[in-house]
């Protein structure tokens, strides 16, 4: 597996993709990939890290994933990958069955947590819900618990900065 080999598949693929706050999209999986690095996991997580918008996103196809990686990745980037008309629960359900999921899609919303500092009130309002409801339970027990309560309060705080309650 050849992480260099990924992340430029995962910036050609993502294109011309911007994030809310304008940044380049291909960014995002490069900082999740690092944040799993710096947490001591291998490559497997870090690849799926690289991959984990990719069929939800962009026209890659799965194909292309196994190609570059293996089936636990390819696995791994399916349980994260949110379909139509998916169901919440049952989503958070399978994603916690798969470390290599739990962990990538919990550096994920540690990253998007901090970006979405940068965000309107209406989305950090959306963001902080759905973190209450979804992500502090997953989170716990993990190397990501305290990272993520401490981004989650700055982010309420923002929202205090900014007026807005929630």
Excluded at 108 to 121: A, G, I, M, Q, V
Excluded at 124 to 142: C, Q, S
Aim: aromatic share 10%; with cysteine; charged share 35%.
């Amino acid at each position: 597996m050849n992480l260099e080999k990924i992340k430029e598949y995962v910036k050609i693929k993502h294109g011309k993709q911007r994030r809310k706050q304008g940044t380049p999209y291909y960014l995002h999986p490069y900082a999740v990939a690092e944040i799993l690095k710096n947490k001591g996991f291998d490559e497997e997580y870090q690849a799926t890290g690289l991959l984990h918008d990719i069929l939800e996103d962009t026209n890659g196809k799965q194909e292309e994933i196994l190609s570059l990686s293996n089936n636990k990745v390819l696995q791994a980037v399916l349980l994260v990958t949110k379909e139509n008309d998916y169901n919440m629960q049952d989503y958070i359900t399978r994603i916690e069955k798969n470390d290599i999921a739990k962990m990538v899609k919990l550096a994920d919303r540690y990253h998007n947590l901090k970006e979405s500092l940068l965000t309107k009130p209406s989305f950090k309002k959306k963001y902080i819900k759905e973190t209450e409801k979804w992500y502090i339970k997953m989170a716990e027990g993990t190397c990501f618990e305290e990272d993520i309560k401490k981004v989650f309060e700055n982010l309420k705080n923002s929202l205090e900065k900014d007026g807005s309650i929630l």
